[in-house]
């Protein structure tokens, strides 16, 4: 099954019928509330494939990781923010997942790596601190080899905003975010 992307003129149908709404008809409805924690997190995703020039492809649900560089760098995406999409009292604690996984899938190849380990070779942390998830310039990048959370937090799930800073990861902008990505030091890495 080869995933392609959509423009948003796709119609939808009933049987033969050709129907009022569209897919972008459907993205408006579904998406559009860019500061909820699904869609943040799947907006993180796109703006880190945005920096590496991945956004072509598809996204893929549920795969080992969320994005691999043609050189083969395996890429774990983590979105979070103190502000959120309904009324709050006070602003929300920033934490990411980090959590070890087992049954890791991969999607191209249809198999499943059932060791628990963390299955990306870097990890891409996203914090929006600004208002407009639209605006780069609101996002704060921080970039971390997998091997530094292995040997340094090995068994911890999550991780809060001032303890991974404690990580020294590379805190980057949108602008140089390729170029930090690229530059992490990876000991090993499988194609």
């Known amino acids: 099954?080869?995933?392609s992307l959509k423009t948003g003129t796709e119609p939808f149908r009933s049987g033969a019928q050709v129907l009022w709404a569209t897919v972008l008809d459907y993205?408006?409805?579904?998406g559009s509330d860019l500061m909820n924690n699904r869609e943040r997190s799947i907006l993180g995703e796109f703006l880190v494939a945005m920096a590496l020039g991945l956004e072509k492809e598809p996204r893929l649900e549920w795969n080992a990781y969320d994005l691999k560089t043609?050189?083969?760098l395996k890429i774990?995406?983590?979105t979070s923010s103190a502000k959120q999409s309904w009324s709050q009292s006070k602003p929300s604690s920033i934490r990411f997942d980090i959590a070890p996984k087992k049954y890791a899938w991969d999607a191209k190849t249809d198999t499943t790596d059932y060791e628990l380990k963390r299955h990306a070779d870097v990890y891409v942390f996203c914090e929006l601190h600004g208002d407009d998830p639209l605006?780069?310039?609101g996002w704060r990048f921080y970039v971390l080899s997998t091997e530094v959370l292995n040997q340094r937090v090995p068994n911890q799930k999550s991780i809060g905003l001032q303890p991974l800073r404690n990580l020294d990861?590379?805190?980057s902008t949108y602008a140089d975010l390729k170029q930090n990505i690229e530059s992490v030091n990876v000991p090993h890495?499988?194609?």
């Open 1 to 3: 099954m080869g995933l």
């Open 27 to 30: 993205w408006r409805w579904s």
């Open 70 to 72: 043609s050189s083969g």
């Open 76 to 78: 774990e995406i983590k």
């Open 135 to 137: 605006d780069t310039a």
């Open 169 to 171: 990861p590379t805190i």
């Open 189 to 191: 890495q499988e194609s």
